[in-house]
């Protein structure tokens, strides 16, 4: 399966509008952005991390763990072809 990582909400939204502007259902309300948010739609799995900004890191919003966690999700998500 095609997995899309989203860094940010913003990258989730532009995902999202994508899918509407190409046909594709989308569920009401639509999924909300949230760091390991996790959705199939279109024949993908659409993922959602903090972006990894200076921001983000220094504070700690992000930390090395969250983001490699995600990192794995997708590695487990994707298809043997496509790894």
Known sequence: MRVVLA???IAWRAWLDHLARTGHALPRPRPAFSHGARVELGGRVLLGS???SQQNTQTGKLSPGMFDA?????????SPGER
């Open 70 to 78: 995600v990192r794995e999700a997708r590695r487990a998500i994707r």
């Open 7 to 9: 860094l940010g909400a």
């Open 50 to 52: 903090y972006h990894v």
